[in-house]
């Protein structure tokens, strides 16, 4: 209980948890989504319409009924058809590339930034418990050293899509099927007119978004960080990262979710009824039953309960004599094999259990297997905190996982021959 006490009262708390309440007003107000749920074999099931759509049919669909063109110009059906209506195995390795793209990519993004996943935030949270705040590691250091990491993870992981479902020319060149190009076009246009206009609500949470940001990055920037003026007699610093949350969260709370001057114009028009007030008043950005009820509390149980074991294993000495045994046994690998190894253990791990709770339980240990062979605490940290993230194999490993492969669109097997990816490609990178 001490543990979970010190998370939830410090800078551990899971602020970047706040931001993911900031985008439902607006997004559940505003916009319309489409429910379509796929499955492997490729077909489309629509949730409003009650219907299955065949590959074949999605790809011969009339354009004449999306566009006001004259007769003569428009897309005929039998344009449609031959190379296209043929390719139906093209379109279902489509869909699983598509699929694993927008998981992969996740857990690719999510390693750039210190909110980006919850590894990050107890490796900052073991850090500062460990070895204080003056350790040079910050939200902009933090990037500095992630992001071209993820980049470049970014980029493999588009390779190795491409190259395994479509072959390593389609890499190069462009689609000789203008039919097919100009029909993916107006899908799109159509989908982006279906979410209709920028509002208010949506600026304003990019404004908040941009402004929390601002204020991570450039808190600690050397002489030039805003925190060197909260700071008492000893130097010590008052603000860390958990400020910036709190007040843009205040804001979210605060901030009307329409127009002040429309707001004060309809308060106007219906100044007589106090129904039609009460709902005016009532529509803040951020409104406090949304945030009850979506705010992720699972998540910081996981990240509570993930620290607590961290204290448990540290406290206990579990964690220095496992570090002790590691170092005896590994003492004779080279820093470079002790770090490959470190992310492989790591990486293996994640696959089968959650990623808070593998970082929590292997950090103490990494950081006792570092301070036992005089290695820098980062130098073997680092590695395995970003391995941590490296869930691609299983839809249990991580949510964006387990999200992709509840749409039906990609089965175990696709996500298990990822490994080919996880341990020939990625691992390398991560290890130098």
Known sequence: MHSWFNFYCSEKFSIVQIMSLLCSPSKHSSSRFIRNT?????????????????????????LSETTDEPPENKLKTNELTGDMADSIETVRKLNKALSLCVCYASTCGGIGTVTGTAPN????????????????????????????????????????????????????????????????????????DSLGTFNYAEGMCCVLF????????????GEFGWGKYFKNTSGQNF?????????????????????????YRRQSDNRGDATALA????????????????????????????????????????????????????????????????????????????????VSILLPIIFSLGSSLGLHPFLLALPTTIGTSFAFSLPAATPPNSIVFGKGRISVKDMVSAFNLHVDILLPVKST
């Open 38 to 62: 796929y499955n492997p074999n490729g077909n489309v099931y629509n949730a409003e319409n009650q219907m299955t759509l065949e590959p074949a049919s999605i790809l011969t669909v009339d």
């Open 121 to 192: 935030s107890i490796f900052f949270g073991q850090v500062d418990s460990l070895f204080g705040s003056d350790t040079g590691l910050t939200f902009s250091t933090w990037m500095a050293f992630a992001c071209p990491i993820s980049v470049i993870l970014l980029l493999l992981v588009w390779c190795w899509l491409t190259v395994r479902y479509f072959g390593l020319r389609s890499c190069f060149g462009k689609s000789k099927n203008e039919n097919q190009c100009e029909f993916i076009e107006k899908i799109i246009a159509r989908e982006a």
């Open 210 to 221: 941009a402004l929390i940001t601002t204020l991570w990055v450039t808190r600690n920037v």
């Open 239 to 263: 603000v860390t990262d958990t400020q910036p949350a709190i007040l843009v969260a205040l804001l979210a709370l605060i901030l009307p979710a329409v127009n002040p001057a429309q707001l």
């Open 279 to 358: 709902n005016l008043q009532d529509q803040f950005l951020l409104p406090w039953h949304v945030a009850q009820k979506r705010c992720p509390w699972g998540v910081f149980i996981i990240l509570g309960g993930g620290y607590a074991l961290s204290d448990i294993c540290q406290n206990s000495g579990l964690s220095t004599v496992i570090g002790q045994t590691l170092s005896e046994r590994f003492g004779g690998l080279s820093t470079t094999a002790l770090i490959f190894v470190c992310c492989l253990i790591s990486a293996c791990i994640t696959e089968f259990t959650s990623n808070a709770a593998t």
